[in-house]
């Protein structure tokens, strides 16, 4: 479902500036300057109302975080919240997933996360899936060398259809969970739909998806 259109979005985001970025654009290849430090910077696509993003960037301060929001209505609550308590850490943004590469450039990221992405369980919708091969290829180009990406879903065919691809695409598995809330997992940040969906007795699986080094470095 699409969230409704929010009132005064012009105005109330512009009362989120320091926590927001407006023109990732420009910020292509530099965004470490934006953070004045050489963290590692991680990247949420899909932040929805910043709960992730928000506790993930208290958890870890020495990381510079990237929470993406294509939804205004919900990217405004996410920045509203964060407004409440800037983290020198974090920054929301709002653009789509298919721009990835004019706003971050080769081997800019460290990390990507993908968090309970829309599964659209038509076949015919693969394409829009962020697990898809052509995502995957973006990805792997904007990840520095061995960059990986931590992906979470309710939905255990999203879940084994993008395992699938992950793997013809080349990259390596690693800490697959099918169950993600009864295993030893430790340092597990939950999203709203997390929430939700583990208190209705819904599985989460989670799997980090690591970039294979290029041939001529494995040697």
Same mark, same amino acid.
């Given at each position: ?43 949420? @696509? ?7 993003? =928000? ?56 990390? @990507?996360?993908? *968090? ?6 038509? *076949? ?17 180009? @904007? ?22 691809? =992950? ?14 809330? *009864? ?20 599985? =989460? ?15």
């Amino acid at each position: 479902m699409r969230m409704r259109k929010k009132k005064n979005l012009d105005v109330r985001f512009a009362a989120c500036a320091d926590v927001m970025v407006f023109e990732p654009k420009q910020l292509r290849g530099k965004w470490r300057a934006l953070f004045g430090n050489d963290n590692p910077l991680h990247l949420e @696509i899909g932040c929805g109302k910043g709960r992730f993003a =928000i506790g993930m960037a208290e958890l870890h301060p020495d990381v510079n975080f990237i929470a993406v929001e294509r939804e205004e209505g919900a990217l405004i609550m996410a920045a509203e919240r964060c407004e409440e308590h800037p983290l020198p850490n974090l920054r929301f943004v709002s653009f789509d997933a298919a721009e990835l590469r004019e706003v971050f450039a080769p081997a800019e990221v460290d990390r @990507i996360y993908l *968090n309970f992405s829309d599964p659209w369980p038509p *076949n015919r919708q693969r394409k829009r899936r962020l697990t898809w091969r052509a995502y995957l290829e973006v990805y792997d180009e @904007i990840l520095r060398q061995q960059g990986d990406l931590c992906f979470k879903t309710d939905n255990q065919r999203f879940f084994e259809w993008s395992l699938q691809e =992950i793997c013809q695409f080349g990259w390596l598995l690693q800490n697959i969970s099918l169950d993600l809330h *009864n295993s030893d997992f430790e340092g597990n940040v939950m999203t709203e739909y997390e929430e939700k969906f583990s208190s209705e007795g819904s599985r =989460i699986y989670r799997v980090e998806a690591r970039r294979r080094l290029p041939e001529f470095l494995r040697k």
